[in-house]
């Protein structure tokens, strides 16, 4: 368990000491395992992808935009003619379908104080270091139907469809885009499995194979419980003939003569 954790911390200093990133990646399956799954992404957060020695003493953001492919031929742009970041949401796009919708917005990862690596050995720490390594676009079931809900909304993705995904930087003072990655390569989720395809456990049988095993059973069941019955029903039989046999028997005993002494 300890060496899975050193090679995981590893692989992920290498990740962050790469150089420059040009688009958003998704997550290794070192990082996180099942990804995509049928309505999420994870993604690798921009460290070190954009360069803060280029904008001193300024507050900046990241937005995360989301696409759907297909919508890539009607419009891929983030941004207003006057280099405003778009604030359109996943309603107004129909999830990425029109075009990009802002899916995320959180703080410049510091390139130069990265998560601690230490923490990836103790179980209680991993999960916040790879909040802060990742973010999954998707995760956010309840954002859509909570009225009261004033944040950048991430709700989930549709399965088996194809996104792209770019990260914007913005002054979040002037409210300007300073710069942005390409956007990434395709990714697709995962397609929901049929029914009839699903393996289950044990043995591994399709889902034609649990109906038929349960029509089975239960023809079995109906066999059994006749035969039960019939074997019921003949004792219960042999019983009360017996009974009648020796009723008669009585009967025929009781209504003998009986020979009567002559007396002296």
Same mark, same amino acid.
Request: hydrophobic residues 35%.
């Given at each position: 368990?300890?060496?899975?954790?050193?090679?995981? /911390?590893? +692989?992920?200093?290498?990740?962050?000491?790469?150089?420059?990133?040009?688009? =958003?990646?998704?997550?290794?399956?070192?990082? /996180?395992?099942?990804?995509?799954?049928?309505?999420?992404?994870?993604?690798?957060?921009?460290?070190?992808?954009?360069?803060? @020695?280029?904008?001193?003493?300024?507050?900046?953001?990241?937005?995360? +935009?989301?696409?759907?492919? @297909?919508?890539?031929?009607?419009?891929?742009?983030?941004?207003?003619?006057?280099?405003?970041?778009?604030?359109?949401?996943?309603?107004?796009? %129909?999830?990425?379908?029109?075009?990009?919708?802002?899916?995320?917005?959180?703080?410049?990862?510091?390139?130069?104080? =990265?998560?601690?690596?230490?923490?990836?050995?103790?179980?209680?720490?991993? %999960?916040?270091?790879?909040?802060?390594?990742?973010?999954?676009?998707?995760?956010?079931? $309840?954002?859509?139907?909570?009225?009261?809900?004033?944040?950048?909304?991430?709700?989930?993705?549709?399965?088996?469809?194809? +996104?792209?995904?770019? +990260?914007?930087?913005?002054? $979040?003072?002037?409210?300007?885009?300073?710069?942005?990655?390409?956007?990434?390569?395709?990714?697709?989720?995962?397609?929901?499995?049929? =029914?009839?395809?699903?393996?289950?456990?044990?043995?591994?049988? @399709?889902?034609?194979?649990?109906?038929?095993?349960?029509?089975? $059973?239960?023809?079995?069941?109906?066999?059994?419980?006749?035969?039960?019955?019939?074997?019921?029903?003949?004792?219960?039989?042999?019983? /009360?003939? %017996? /009974?009648?046999?020796?009723?008669?028997?009585?009967?025929?005993?009781?209504?003998?003569?009986?020979?009567?002494?002559? %007396?002296?």
């Amino acid at each position: 368990m300890c060496s899975r954790w050193v090679v995981l /911390a590893f +692989y992920c200093l290498g990740q962050l000491c790469a150089g420059q990133s040009l688009k =958003p990646q998704i997550a290794a399956p070192e990082l /996180a395992t099942n990804n995509p799954t049928l309505t999420t992404v994870a993604l690798e957060k921009p460290f070190c992808m954009f360069d803060s @020695s280029l904008y001193p003493n300024k507050s900046y953001v990241i937005y995360l +935009y989301t696409m759907k492919e @297909s919508a890539s031929g009607i419009s891929s742009l983030v941004t207003t003619t006057n280099s405003k970041p778009l604030n359109s949401t996943f309603q107004q796009t %129909s999830g990425g379908k029109l075009g990009p919708y802002k899916a995320a917005m959180f703080n410049v990862p510091n390139c130069a104080s =990265p998560p601690k690596f230490t923490d990836v050995g103790d179980v209680n720490k991993v %999960s916040d270091v790879l909040k802060q390594y990742l973010f999954r676009v998707g995760d956010d079931g $309840s954002c859509l139907y909570d009225p009261n809900f004033l944040a950048v909304c991430n709700p989930p993705l549709t399965p088996d469809t194809t +996104y792209r995904f770019k +990260y914007v930087l913005v002054d $979040s003072t002037e409210g300007i885009m300073k710069d942005q990655t390409l956007w990434s390569d395709p990714i697709k989720t995962r397609r929901a499995k049929l =029914p009839l395809k699903i393996d289950t456990w044990p043995g591994r049988r @399709s889902g034609g194979m649990i109906v038929i095993t349960s029509i089975l $059973s239960v023809l079995v069941f109906l066999l059994l419980a006749g035969l039960l019955a019939s074997v019921s029903s003949a004792v219960m039989g042999s019983e /009360a003939a %017996s /009974a009648e046999i020796k009723h008669v028997s009585q009967t025929i005993q009781q209504s003998e003569p009986r020979p009567q002494l002559s %007396s002296e």
